[in-house]
């Protein structure tokens, strides 16, 4: 039977991948936010995931404002990652799941979510810095995944309420998907920032907090802000929190105990988080 | 407001103070100027771009505007003619100014006080 381990979530600031390249993180300014990681790789290291469900959004690696999809998934045997310009190194490549990716798919479709697939995907920052922090020194990653990707770059981005129900949509294929693998959820993002404008530098620690607090036990309350609301409160790029709403969802019903949580202000221009809710027992 | 008003035209299309909203007019508007900035993920035209910016700008057919904010460097002149960051991000890499270094520009403080501000927002309150 397929078991839902629970859901991992991080920020993914590039910056962290050159902290990890340089072997910074246990200088003063970088601490602080590695801290939140041993406890992270324990609780994998015990549970031992076989797939990971990735919620993340494109910096402007595999998509372009030529053709912007609202939700993509992955439905590759292989996601690359590549050059984003700005000199991060290039990353490991992650091994897909296409037949878990076609039920997700057809589960979405099914339930009204008519999502673009994507059976060739590159895959930026906001997927291998989560997996670098999770699984650091490793060979290979040690999961397969499926990547989901949000759009939260061009306006109109679509509304929390739909991404939770987007995530609760996941929920529906991942329980009733036939295997014997354990699943981990991820979202990736955030919190509060923004990188432009006049505005640039914002942070809103107790909008944050809120976020934080109500995530496992009342996820709905995330989604009554309106996204214009939301980039009010957490930053033009704060609103990646979509990621954390719809791999909230994808957590469904399942009873959800905090394991870890770490939230560390500044990293770069970022209010940076970690989380790892687990299944209670 | 709900989330429709971003979509608006007129000053509703921009409510948030300090804030350009990447609303479809602004994608539109920037739509040459974040194409190339999207090729600079090839280290290729990262180098035809620093070998010869006139020529790399002209072949994406910037507008005016756009040539303007980029030769300048100006990077909330390049937001207001509908660049997005993500894709701005590639171009000020080239010239090797990170998210903190704009975040100065933009504010028009030094880079220091850019990092000390956002310090300062970490200790407001404590940790929380």
Known sequence: ?281 | MGASAATKQGAADQPIPGTTLFTGTMAERGYALNAMCYSFNDAKNRQAFIDDEEGYCARFHLTPGQRRAVAEKDVLGMIAEGGNIYYLAKLAGIWGLNVQDVGALQTGMSVYDFKAMLLAQGKEGGKS
């Open chain 1, 1 to 281: 039977m397929t078991e839902l381990i629970g859901g991992y979530f991080t920020s993914h600031v590039p910056a962290i991948g050159g902290a990890i390249a340089k072997g910074m993180q246990n200088e003063p300014y970088w601490k602080p936010f590695f801290d939140g990681f041993p406890p992270i790789r324990k609780w994998l290291g015990e549970k031992k995931p076989d797939v990971a469900i990735v919620f993340y959004n494109d910096h402007g690696l595999n998509f372009f404002l030529d053709k912007m999809p609202t939700f993509a998934v992955g439905a590759a045997h292989e996601y690359r990652n590549a050059d984003e310009g700005w000199g991060l190194p290039v990353y490991k490549s992650f091994r897909g799941d296409p037949a878990l990716s076609w039920h997700i798919i057809e589960t979405l479709v099914a339930s009204e979510f008519d999502v673009t697939t994507c059976q060739e995907m590159l895959v930026d920052h906001a997927m291998s810095i989560p997996f670098e922090l999770a699984w650091p020194d490793v060979a290979e990653w040690p999961v397969r995944i499926v990547p989901i990707a949000i759009n939260t770059v061009q306006h109109p981005l679509p509304s929390a309420k739909r991404c939770l129900a987007l995530g609760r949509a996941v929920n529906k294929a991942l329980t009733s998907w036939k295997s014997d693998d354990r699943i981990v959820v991820i979202g990736t993002g955030g919190l509060s920032h923004q990188l432009d404008g006049p505005r640039a530098g914002f942070i809103n620690k107790e909008y944050d907090r809120f976020c934080l607090d109500n995530l496992a036990a009342n996820p709905d309350a995330l989604t009554k802000d309106s996204i214009l609301r939301i980039v009010e409160l957490a930053g033009t790029q704060g609103v990646e929190i979509l990621n954390w709403i719809a791999a909230r969802g994808a957590l469904g019903d399942l009873a959800l105990k905090k394991r870890t949580e770490n939230y560390h202000v500044p990293i770069s221009n970022t209010a940076a988080a970690s989380l790892v809710l687990e299944r209670a027992a």
